[in-house]
Nanobody, 117 residues
Framework: QVELVESGGGLVQAGGSLKLSCVAS??????????MGWYRQAPGNQRELVAR???????NYADSVKGRFTISRDNAKKTVFLQMNSLKPEDTAVYYC?????????WGQGTQVTVSS
């Protein structure tokens, strides 16, 4: 079992920045083998992929965040980060961390990000 805990959300004005963190615990001896991702869900919308980083450190981003968000990971700290710059009101959502390992998905509880105009 893998447990994920997100932090770093909050209220920020448009154009501002936030950095989200997601720390893994539990079966952390397998962390290096996990692909990690950040997803978000706004009210009334489906959960969508924001950014993903593989165990080999390859990254991909949703078109809506390219050039503004950066995903990174620190395997020694069992942590994945999401640096969010130039935030827009449409980035407002609950942000979730996900780990996938051998076909099994593990989710965090989410952290709220609210961007005011």
């Amino acid at each position: 079992q893998v447990e994920l805990v997100e932090s770093g959300g909050g209220l920020v004005q448009a154009g501002g920045s936030l950095k989200l963190s997601c720390v893994a615990s539990g079966r952390v001896f397998t962390y290096d083998s996990m692909n990690m991702g950040w997803y978000r869900q706004a009210p009334g919308n489906q959960r969508e992929l924001v950014a993903r980083i593989t165990r080999g450190f390859a990254t991909n981003y949703a078109d809506s965040v390219k050039g503004r968000f950066t995903i990174s990971r620190d395997n020694a700290k069992k942590t994945v980060f999401l640096q969010m710059n130039s935030l827009k009101p449409e980035d407002t959502a609950v942000y979730y961390c996900k780990a996938d390992l051998n076909g099994n998905d593990y989710w965090g509880q989410g952290t709220q990000v609210t961007v005011s105009s």
